[in-house]
């Protein structure tokens, strides 16, 4: 929310925000015609397809959360 109020800057009452077009359209998101970004949307609808928490879910769910971190150019830092 950070980074949608530093660019929007679009707070209506009580803090509420609206995400319209014209602020939606600045997120930094990977374009969806890129292999990663393929990825993570069959990963994401597989994902959709698992019932409850089972093993399977908790490993889409490692592996989405690493293509999601690369897609950005980040790297996950781990706690020591």
Do not use: H
């Amino acid at each position: 929310m950070r980074f949608y109020d530093a660019v929007c800057g679009n707070k209506l009452y009580a803090g509420r925000r609206r995400f319209i077009t014209q602020y939606v359209r600045r997120f930094p998101v990977p374009d969806p015609s890129s292999p990663i970004a393929k990825d993570i949307i069959k990963k994401a609808k597989r994902l959709c397809a698992q019932a409850g928490t089972s093993e399977k879910a908790r490993t889409l769910i490692t592996e989405l959360d690493e293509l999601i971190w690369n897609a950005f150019g980040l790297i996950k830092e781990v706690a020591r």
